[in-house]
């Protein structure tokens, strides 16, 4: 018995912004951006919300698999921008899409998110508790942005991917995860600071703060580690795997993954050049770009990675 998406959908606010357009009200250039990040474009939510994304992204996925709300028996969602505090993405998205008998909670594992949860719902699955499960990561991350920090704002976007789970013969082989707590502070932001009645120092508004630098030596590190990791458990080599989808954060960190797998990048698929980074969305809109444009097909192999704020990172390898 494994555990197998068998469906996915995805959502993308509708405003545009390109590197161009950006440069006009941030101190940077489309060159900087792009020979950098191989970003740009990223769409960023005017009206669209976390909730109302993942939403969206988990019909399509539910449409797909010929599934009801009703249906559904678990739902994950991953996400460091939930629009509440509480109550959760998940509860809200069990509200709207009217998925009653769904158990539903949030986790918070960054960019790593929807691989965290991948491994979650699978052993929901594999125990007998949930016979299925909707995971989704959706993020509007320009909201915890510092629109005046050229170093971060340029590099995120906004969006939702998700998935349908459920138990079949094939599917998931093997799942990596780990978590770096100590290095935590290289991608950061204060949620909400204390602020009662006795403490007397003014309370500012936090934004996403980042070292670069330490992200990318993090990123080039643990990613082909885990890959590897992932792959020698499944018992399969770089040459039997179709597809390498990788966290889209930066074309320069997939590329090196690439060169430390000697995989070729034809087996790299990106959408970070029209979405920038979406953090827990990433992973699963790019599924979801491959399956619904046909590039991916049942059957083939396939290794995830994603890593990300906490530090967390992860790997799984799955037949498709
Ligand atoms: N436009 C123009 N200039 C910029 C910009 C910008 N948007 N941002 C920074 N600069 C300037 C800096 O001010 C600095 O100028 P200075 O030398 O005069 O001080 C110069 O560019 C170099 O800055 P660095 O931060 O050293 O730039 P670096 O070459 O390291 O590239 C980058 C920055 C692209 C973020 C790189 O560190 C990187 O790829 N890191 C990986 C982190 C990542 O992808 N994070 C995404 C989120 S985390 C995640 O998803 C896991």
Redesign the pocket.
Known sequence: MAVRIIATGSFLPEKNVSNDELAQY????DE??SS??GIRNRRIAITETTTGMAVQSARRALEMADRSPLDVDLIIVATVTPDYGTPSAACQVQAELGADHAIAFDINA??SGFVFALNVARMYIETGYSTNALIIGSETLSKILDWNR??TC???GDGAGAAFLEKSDRGIISVVQGSIGKKGMV?NFINRKTNNLFVNEPVETDYLH?D??E??KF?VRQCPKCLIEAMEQAQLTVEDIDYFVL?Q??V??IESVAKRLKAPIEKFPMSLGYTG?M?AASVPVMLDQLVREGSLKRGDKIAISA???GLTYGAAVLEW
């Open positions: 941030v101190d940077t250039s900087w951006i950098r990040t960054a960019c050229r170093d340029v590099l995120f991608l980042m670069g630098q992200v990318y990123a966290h954060a930066n320069r960190i980074n953090s890593f990300g704020a």
